[in-house]
């Protein structure tokens, strides 16, 4: 089961960017998706869990969903801020591997 | 207040060993599953291994047969025993709570540095 991720997408601030998470080898939508969000020199972030549901914490402006059909996940992220530049991961499970992460995403907010 | 420190990265040559431990405090270290997670340099997450509360193991295909995961529930850690270790292996160890098991890695520690080279 693998999970692939764009490796960098770009944006303007105020806009509003998604980040897909596609499953190969396994079905996205038999198990929950988790988004984590990691800035340079950090430890990651839990941002999104269970597919769409946010930690307190987390602002509303960052919003998870699955497509079955399309065997993917996506993070969005409205009203883009500078700081939301870090990398992101899409976490899921597979009786096979167990946890497996995407590759991540370099946000850029230029 | 959660926190996790992890201790015991460094250097080691190919083919030696290293044990990583993760003390922990703030949460209900009974009741939570520990995992393993690594980062290589420039690289993204890898989960590594999982130790739940009741007492499932599982681990990466990468490090089955080489990492051993256990837990004191005593001095609240988790450790790592990472043997036969190889160049790959090269990375920052997280460890990380997951107290559902659904995947909510919810506090992290800062990590600890390996570095496996000649």
């Known amino acids: 089961f693998v999970l692939t991720q764009p490796h960098s997408v770009s944006e303007s601030p105020g806009k509003t960017i998604n980040i897909s998470c596609t499953g190969s080898?396994?079905?996205?939508?038999?198990?929950?998706v988790q988004w984590y969000q990691q800035r340079p020199g950090s430890a990651p972030t839990l941002l999104i869990y269970?597919?769409?549901?946010?930690p307190s914490g987390v602002p509303d402006r960052f919003s998870g969903s699955v497509d079955s059909s399309s065997n993917s996940a996506s993070l969005s992220i409205s009203g883009l801020k500078t700081e939301d530049e870090a990398d992101y991961y899409c976490?899921?499970?597979?009786?096979?591997?167990?946890?497996?992460f995407g590759g991540g995403t370099k946000l850029t907010v230029l | 207040d959660v926190q996790l420190v992890e201790s015991g990265g460094g250097l080691v040559t190919p083919g030696g060993s290293l044990r990583l431990s993760c003390e922990t405090s703030?949460?209900?270290?009974?009741?939570?599953?520990l995992n393993w997670v690594r980062q290589a340099p420039g690289k993204g997450l890898e989960w590594v291994a999982s130790?739940?509360?009741?007492?499932?193991?599982f681990y990466a295909d990468s490090v089955k047969g080489r990492f051993t995961i256990s837990r004191d529930n005593a001095k609240r850690s988790v450790f790592l025993q990472m043997n036969s270790l190889r160049v790959d292996d090269t990375a920052v160890y997280f460890c990380?709570?997951?107290?559902?098991?659904?995947?909510?890695?919810?506090?992290w520690g800062q990590g600890t540095r390996v570095t496996v080279s000649s």
């Open positions: 990380a709570t997951d107290p559902y098991i659904t995947g909510y890695f919810d506090h």
């Open positions: 703030g949460f209900n270290f009974d009741y939570t599953s």
């Open positions: 130790f739940s509360h009741v007492g499932d193991i």
């Open positions: 080898g396994g079905s996205i939508g038999s198990n929950y």
């Open positions: 269970e597919d769409d549901h946010r």
């Open positions: 976490l899921s499970y597979d009786a096979g591997v167990h946890w497996v």
